[in-house]
Protein backbone atom coordinates (compact mmCIF):
# COMPACT_ATOMS: atom_id res chain seq x y z
CA UNK A 1 0.00 0.00 0.00
CA UNK A 2 1.77 3.70 -0.80
CA UNK A 3 1.69 6.01 2.32
CA UNK A 4 -0.54 8.46 -0.10
CA UNK A 5 -3.03 7.46 -2.46
CA UNK A 6 -4.25 9.79 -5.16
CA UNK A 7 -6.73 8.83 -8.35
CA UNK A 8 -4.18 9.69 -11.20
CA UNK A 9 -6.65 11.32 -13.43
CA UNK A 10 -6.89 12.58 -15.67
CA UNK A 11 -10.23 14.00 -14.07
CA UNK A 12 -12.50 16.37 -16.58
CA UNK A 13 -14.62 18.82 -15.62
CA UNK A 14 -16.66 21.20 -17.96
CA UNK A 15 -15.91 25.28 -17.04
CA UNK A 16 -17.66 26.17 -14.05
CA UNK A 17 -18.29 22.98 -12.54
CA UNK A 18 -16.98 21.72 -9.01
CA UNK A 19 -13.99 19.45 -9.12
CA UNK A 20 -13.26 16.97 -6.37
CA UNK A 21 -10.11 15.05 -5.80
CA UNK A 22 -9.83 12.54 -3.02
CA UNK A 23 -6.29 11.61 -1.07
CA UNK A 24 -6.20 8.31 1.54
CA UNK A 25 -3.11 8.43 3.53
CA UNK A 26 -1.44 5.71 5.84
CA UNK A 27 0.69 7.46 8.46
CA UNK A 28 -2.48 7.34 11.39
CA UNK A 29 0.06 10.02 13.29
CA UNK A 30 -0.28 12.38 10.63
CA UNK A 31 -1.37 15.77 11.64
CA UNK A 32 -0.78 18.84 8.96
CA UNK A 33 -2.05 17.97 5.49
CA UNK A 34 -1.50 20.03 2.39
CA UNK A 35 -2.86 20.43 -1.10
CA UNK A 36 0.14 21.66 -3.80
CA UNK A 37 -1.09 22.73 -7.30
CA UNK A 38 1.92 22.08 -10.04
CA UNK A 39 1.25 23.07 -13.94
CA UNK A 40 3.47 21.06 -16.07
CA UNK A 41 6.97 21.81 -16.26
CA UNK A 42 6.68 24.21 -12.82
CA UNK A 43 7.64 23.39 -9.23
CA UNK A 44 4.82 23.09 -6.69
CA UNK A 45 2.34 26.16 -5.22
CA UNK A 46 1.00 25.34 -1.77
CA UNK A 47 -3.39 26.28 -2.03
CA UNK A 48 -4.45 24.90 1.22
CA UNK A 49 -3.51 23.64 4.43
CA UNK A 50 -5.31 22.10 7.14
CA UNK A 51 -4.73 20.68 10.63
CA UNK A 52 -8.07 19.92 12.18
CA UNK A 53 -11.46 17.95 11.22
CA UNK A 54 -14.07 19.16 9.03
CA UNK A 55 -13.67 21.64 6.28
CA UNK A 56 -11.74 24.43 5.68
CA UNK A 57 -12.54 26.93 3.05
CA UNK A 58 -10.60 29.62 0.86
CA UNK A 59 -11.85 31.78 -1.79
CA UNK A 60 -13.00 28.82 -4.22
CA UNK A 61 -11.07 25.95 -2.43
CA UNK A 62 -12.71 23.90 -0.04
CA UNK A 63 -10.10 21.27 2.04
CA UNK A 64 -11.71 18.17 4.04
CA UNK A 65 -9.78 16.22 6.31
CA UNK A 66 -11.30 13.09 8.19
CA UNK A 67 -9.01 11.83 10.44
CA UNK A 68 -9.86 8.40 11.53
CA UNK A 69 -11.06 7.47 8.04
CA UNK A 70 -7.55 8.99 6.92
CA UNK A 71 -8.63 10.99 4.26
CA UNK A 72 -8.59 14.47 2.64
CA UNK A 73 -10.21 16.01 -0.02
CA UNK A 74 -9.98 19.07 -2.08
CA UNK A 75 -13.11 20.43 -3.81
CA UNK A 76 -12.63 23.46 -6.29
CA UNK A 77 -15.75 25.40 -6.69
CA UNK A 78 -16.56 27.55 -10.26
CA UNK A 79 -13.86 25.39 -12.45
CA UNK A 80 -11.46 27.47 -14.68
CA UNK A 81 -9.59 25.99 -17.53
CA UNK A 82 -6.53 27.79 -15.69
CA UNK A 83 -7.23 25.42 -12.45
CA UNK A 84 -6.14 22.70 -14.94
CA UNK A 85 -2.96 20.78 -13.32
CA UNK A 86 -2.23 18.40 -11.10
CA UNK A 87 -2.79 18.75 -8.08
CA UNK A 88 -0.51 16.85 -5.34
CA UNK A 89 -1.82 16.10 -1.65
CA UNK A 90 0.94 15.53 1.28
CA UNK A 91 0.51 14.84 4.83
CA UNK A 92 3.56 15.67 7.34
CA UNK A 93 4.21 12.81 9.12
CA UNK A 94 5.37 13.17 12.69
CA UNK A 95 8.97 12.32 12.10
CA UNK A 96 11.04 14.64 10.60
CA UNK A 97 8.95 17.37 9.40
CA UNK A 98 8.66 15.78 5.88
CA UNK A 99 6.47 15.58 3.84
CA UNK A 100 4.96 12.76 1.59
CA UNK A 101 3.51 13.30 -1.72
CA UNK A 102 0.61 11.45 -3.49
CA UNK A 103 1.33 10.53 -7.13
CA UNK A 104 -0.85 13.63 -7.76
CA UNK A 105 -4.49 14.21 -9.44
CA UNK A 106 -4.11 15.78 -12.80
CA UNK A 107 -6.97 18.11 -13.57
CA UNK A 108 -8.04 18.91 -16.77
CA UNK A 109 -10.81 21.81 -17.17
CA UNK A 110 -12.54 22.16 -20.47
CA UNK A 111 -13.90 25.38 -21.21
CA UNK B 1 2.81 33.28 1.29
CA UNK B 2 6.87 32.94 1.88
CA UNK B 3 8.75 33.45 -1.08
CA UNK B 4 11.70 30.89 -2.43
CA UNK B 5 14.33 31.25 -4.80
CA UNK B 6 16.21 28.93 -6.65
CA UNK B 7 18.92 29.40 -9.31
CA UNK B 8 19.92 28.23 -11.82
CA UNK B 9 16.09 27.65 -13.01
CA UNK B 10 17.93 25.73 -16.09
CA UNK B 11 21.72 24.17 -16.51
CA UNK B 12 23.48 22.48 -19.06
CA UNK B 13 26.65 20.78 -18.22
CA UNK B 14 29.15 17.96 -19.63
CA UNK B 15 29.18 14.44 -18.08
CA UNK B 16 31.65 14.56 -15.64
CA UNK B 17 31.58 18.16 -14.38
CA UNK B 18 29.58 19.39 -11.29
CA UNK B 19 26.85 21.48 -10.55
CA UNK B 20 25.78 23.72 -7.86
CA UNK B 21 22.19 24.88 -7.39
CA UNK B 22 20.94 27.70 -4.18
CA UNK B 23 17.98 27.41 -2.51
CA UNK B 24 17.21 30.85 -0.62
CA UNK B 25 13.94 32.29 1.43
CA UNK B 26 14.02 35.38 0.98
CA UNK B 27 11.67 36.55 3.85
CA UNK B 28 12.10 34.32 6.21
CA UNK B 29 14.69 31.87 7.88
CA UNK B 30 14.14 28.20 7.40
CA UNK B 31 15.77 25.94 9.58
CA UNK B 32 14.83 22.95 7.34
CA UNK B 33 15.02 23.05 3.57
CA UNK B 34 14.44 19.81 1.46
CA UNK B 35 15.76 18.71 -2.07
CA UNK B 36 13.63 16.68 -4.30
CA UNK B 37 13.88 15.64 -7.70
CA UNK B 38 11.25 14.95 -9.89
CA UNK B 39 11.65 12.83 -13.20
CA UNK B 40 8.45 13.72 -16.12
CA UNK B 41 5.40 12.43 -15.52
CA UNK B 42 6.59 11.17 -11.72
CA UNK B 43 6.05 12.43 -8.55
CA UNK B 44 8.33 14.48 -6.22
CA UNK B 45 10.94 12.23 -4.70
CA UNK B 46 12.17 13.47 -1.10
CA UNK B 47 16.46 13.24 -1.69
CA UNK B 48 17.36 14.75 1.39
CA UNK B 49 16.51 16.89 4.44
CA UNK B 50 18.69 19.80 5.05
CA UNK B 51 19.33 21.72 8.49
CA UNK B 52 21.05 24.63 9.44
CA UNK B 53 24.26 24.24 10.75
CA UNK B 54 24.03 20.44 10.90
CA UNK B 55 24.87 17.32 8.19
CA UNK B 56 21.60 16.76 5.85
CA UNK B 57 19.89 13.62 5.92
CA UNK B 58 19.53 11.66 3.34
CA UNK B 59 16.38 9.02 2.09
CA UNK B 60 17.75 5.88 0.99
CA UNK B 61 19.00 5.03 -2.21
CA UNK B 62 20.25 8.62 -2.53
CA UNK B 63 24.47 9.10 -2.58
CA UNK B 64 25.37 11.35 -0.13
CA UNK B 65 28.74 11.67 -2.30
CA UNK B 66 26.99 12.65 -5.06
CA UNK B 67 24.41 15.12 -4.09
CA UNK B 68 26.55 17.37 -1.70
CA UNK B 69 24.38 19.70 0.81
CA UNK B 70 25.26 22.61 2.13
CA UNK B 71 23.16 24.67 4.77
CA UNK B 72 25.45 27.27 5.98
CA UNK B 73 22.96 29.80 7.03
CA UNK B 74 19.14 29.94 7.76
CA UNK B 75 18.70 31.23 4.41
CA UNK B 76 20.73 29.42 2.37
CA UNK B 77 20.71 25.76 1.35
CA UNK B 78 22.83 24.61 -1.81
CA UNK B 79 22.41 21.15 -3.72
CA UNK B 80 25.90 20.04 -5.66
CA UNK B 81 25.70 17.41 -7.94
CA UNK B 82 28.92 15.87 -8.30
CA UNK B 83 30.08 14.08 -11.34
CA UNK B 84 26.93 14.74 -13.10
CA UNK B 85 25.54 12.14 -15.75
CA UNK B 86 23.07 11.85 -18.50
CA UNK B 87 20.70 9.89 -15.73
CA UNK B 88 21.18 12.71 -13.16
CA UNK B 89 19.10 15.32 -15.93
CA UNK B 90 16.42 15.90 -13.79
CA UNK B 91 14.01 18.59 -12.38
CA UNK B 92 15.51 19.39 -8.86
CA UNK B 93 13.26 21.67 -6.18
CA UNK B 94 13.90 23.04 -3.49
CA UNK B 95 11.51 24.14 -0.57
CA UNK B 96 11.70 25.67 2.93
CA UNK B 97 9.46 25.47 5.77
CA UNK B 98 8.63 28.40 7.35
CA UNK B 99 9.87 30.03 10.88
CA UNK B 100 7.04 27.86 12.61
CA UNK B 101 7.82 25.12 10.65
CA UNK B 102 4.25 24.61 9.63
CA UNK B 103 4.15 25.24 5.63
CA UNK B 104 6.30 24.22 3.26
CA UNK B 105 7.28 26.65 0.22
CA UNK B 106 9.05 25.64 -2.92
CA UNK B 107 11.47 27.49 -5.12
CA UNK B 108 10.87 27.52 -8.88
CA UNK B 109 12.89 24.19 -9.83
CA UNK B 110 15.81 23.39 -11.69
CA UNK B 111 16.08 21.90 -14.95
CA UNK B 112 19.34 19.95 -15.14
CA UNK B 113 20.56 18.28 -18.27
CA UNK B 114 23.45 16.56 -18.06
CA UNK B 115 25.13 15.93 -21.65
Known amino acids: QKEVEQNSGPLSVPEGAIASLNCTYS??????FFWYRQYSGKSPELIMSIYSNGDKEDGRFTAQLNKASQYVSLLIRDSQPSDSATYLC???????????FGGGTRVLVKP | GAVVSQHPSRVICKSGTSVKIECRSLDFQATTMFWYRQFPKQSLMLMATSNEGSKATYEQGVEKDKFLINHASLTLSTLTVTSAHPEDSSFYICSALTDRNTEAFFGQGTRLTVV
Open chain 1, 90 to 100: APRGAAGNKLT
Open chain 1, 27 to 32: DRVSQS
